[in-house]
């Protein structure tokens, strides 16, 4: 069964604190892995799609990179408006091609 | 705006009762996924279907269930609702370019509040 495990739970950082998530997987075959950012209450905002390994993306202060068993999104000069929840989530490669999400760091940057 | 569409916003309502939740993809959005988060848990996949068809079930239980009609919106009915039911509902829709299996990143709705009381 496919698994993603996200660490730290929760991540608490400084204006201008610039920190690394991570997201540890464990799927059959991988077709992509994904994240999105959730604010308190409303959906999944889709920020990157990963492919394979050593494949990097960016956008503004975030850049997400992958290896084969675990990607980072980095944060680099926070801001309070970036504080939410960071979502991961894996597609297998498989007949359904089912997507797993984990449950999530919540990042909370103080001004 | 994902371009995603869920109706309605809120909705409160008494253990044993029946409700309908609706969602409107992403214009040329063939799939519709309907996910369960319950507070401070995760994204639970509940149910896919492709341009009218059931794709695949997740954890949905047998109280649950969904459609998507013609025009490709799609609903999902919870009967028999009890207190652990309560929780942010969210569609999310994806291209799906090849046969009904998902190759594109899925985007999502502001999702439907449920508080059974």
């Known amino acids: 069964e496919d698994q993603v495990t996200q660490s730290p739970e929760a991540l608490r950082l400084q204006e201008g604190e610039s920190s690394s998530l991570n997201c540890s997987y464990t799927?059959?075959?991988?077709?992509?892995l994904f994240w999105y950012r959730q604010d308190p209450g409303k959906g999944p905002e889709f920020l990157f799609t990963l492919y394979s390994a050593g494949e990097e993306k960016e956008k503004e202060r975030l850049k997400a990179t992958l290896t084969k068993k675990e990607s980072f999104l980095h944060i680099t000069a926070p801001k309070p408006e970036d504080s939410a929840t960071y979502l991961c989530a894996v597609q297998n490669s498989g007949g359904y091609q089912k997507v797993t999400f984990g449950t999530g760091t919540k990042l909370q940057v103080i001004p | 705006d994902s371009g995603v569409t869920q109706t309605p916003k809120h909705l409160i309502t008494a253990t044993g009762q029946r409700v309908t939740l609706r969602c409107s993809p992403r214009?040329?959005?063939?799939?519709v996924y309907w996910y369960q988060q319950s507070l401070d848990q995760g994204l639970q996949f509940l149910i896919q279907y492709y341009n009218g068809e059931e794709r695949a079930k997740g954890n949905i239980l047998e109280r649950f269930s969904a459609q998507q009609f013609p025009d490709l919106h799609s609903e999902l009915n919870l009967s028999s609702l009890e207190l652990g039911d309560s929780a942010l509902y969210f569609c999310?829709?994806?291209?799906?370019?090849?046969?009904?299996?998902?190759?594109?990143?899925?985007?999502f709705g502001p999702g439907t509040r449920l508080t059974v009381l």
């Open positions: 214009s040329g959005d063939l799939s």
């Open positions: 999310a829709s994806s291209v799906d370019r090849r046969g009904g299996v998902s190759t594109d990143t899925q985007y």
């Open positions: 799927v059959s075959g991988l077709r992509g």
